[in-house]
Every structure is written in structure tokens, then in C-alpha cells.
């Protein structure tokens, strides 16, 4: 999604969940590079569920290179046709493409001043691109800073309604090597999302 600089300074928890969700976004919507692979495995977690996804994470990163990964991926995600997963909204809300949680989404978009990119092909409503928005209201990539109330909205139209099911989906896929804790990741980073939001 196109960007700007963003204006104003955020907390370092908003920062850490826009990270986050920058880096789901970057690995969802494409395969990892080799600079990529290599911040990978300089994670590390603590002894929470989260934690040892990210440990499980970082040694996968070591033990494969480039061209593995994009196997992977392209087995996931592209395929001959169609990958194992549709990572797009519209096809877990409705179970087809282009449909109208994608309207939904691209009206918000149009509010919140987020353009689509043109060199990108992917329809907006893919989970990586979804990832990205966030990461980006959240440090005012669009403008300033997406006040509270106005990232829940986004979260709970856009992504709360499917992102769990595609990131437990992403855990069981038969594919999955590298994606499995990502998904979990993405799993457990949605439920903590869900659950502060609720509290706001």
C-alpha cells in the first residue's frame, strides 16, 4: 500500500504491534529474501506459546535457504492455479473472490486515505496487505496515527471475522515447514489483538 512518513512519535507497545504486523504482512505477501531469512533467525522467544513460535521460527530460518522457502510459498500461496490457502477475506467470508468484504474494505480504505498500490496485482483484501494496513494506522503511515477506536474498527470489520481461521489454516497446511509457527504467530497475535480491543 502506498505510504507517507509517518508525523508523530508512537509508544514503544504500538511500535512492537505495528512490527509485528509489518512483519506478518512482509512474509505473507511475499517470500522471504535473504536479508529477511536472516533477521528471522535472530528472533527469539520467551517460554509463552508466542515465545517458542518464535524460537521454532528462528531455527527454521537457519536451517533453510532461499530457494527452499519460495518453494514453500509458491506451493502455499500460488501453486499451479491456485496455492493450498486463499489468503484473501473475501474467500473466507464468502467463498469466493472479489466479493463484497472486499467493497467493504476498499470504502475504508477510501476514509482513511490508504491507496492501493498499482504495481500491485493482489486484490486488497489478501491477509499480508491487510497486515501492512495496520502496521501503518497504527504509526501513521496513512496521516497521523489512527486514534484507538478507529484501528479497532479496521480490526474488527477487516480482520477479526477470518484472520484467525486463515493463520490456523497457515498451521495445519500440509506445505507448511517455515509458515507453521507463522501461522501460529499470526494465531496468537490476532487472539491478543481480539481480546485488548474488547477491553478498549
Not at 29 to 42: A, D, H, K, R, V
Not at 83 to 106: D, H, I, M, Q, V
Not at 159 to 174: G, R, S, V
Request: aromatic share 10%.
Amino acid at each position: 500500500m502506498q505510504n507517507t512518513i509517518p508525523a508523530y512519535e508512537i509508544s514503544a507497545e504500538d511500535q512492537m504491534r505495528a512490527d509485528l504486523y509489518g512483519l506478518l504482512g512482509r512474509l505473507l505477501f511475499e517470500s522471504p529474501n535473504p536479508e529477511i531469512l536472516q533477521t528471522l533467525q535472530g528472533l527469539s522467544g520467551d517460554e509463552t506459546d508466542m515465545g517458542k513460535a518464535f524460537d521454532r521460527l528462528a531455527k527454521l530460518a537457519g536451517s533453510n535457504d532461499v530457494e527452499t522457502v519460495q518453494i514453500e510459498y509458491d506451493g502455499l500461496f500460488i501453486g499451479t492455479g491456485r496455492g493450498e490457502l486463499l489468503p484473501y477475506g473475501s474467500y473466507y467470508l464468502t467463498g469466493f473472490l472479489n466479493e463484497k468484504p472486499l467493497a467493504k474494505l476498499r470504502n475504508s480504505m477510501r476514509q482513511l486515505g490508504i491507496g492501493r498500490n498499482n504495481s500491485v496485482n493482489e486484490p486488497e483484501d489478501h491477509i499480508g496487505s491487510l497486515m501492512e494496513m495496520m502496521s501503518g494506522l497504527i504509526t501513521g503511515r496513512y496521516g497521523n496515527p489512527a486514534p484507538i477506536v478507529m484501528q479497532r474498527e479496521f480490526f474488527t470489520t477487516h480482520i477479526e471475522p477470518w484472520a484467525a481461521h486463515f493463520f490456523k489454516d497457515l498451521e495445519a497446511a500440509e506445505l507448511s515447514k517455515l509458515y507453521q509457527p507463522i501461522g501460529t504467530i499470526g494465531r496468537l497475535f490476532v487472539e491478543i489483538e481480539t481480546d485488548a480491543f474488547s477491553m478498549e
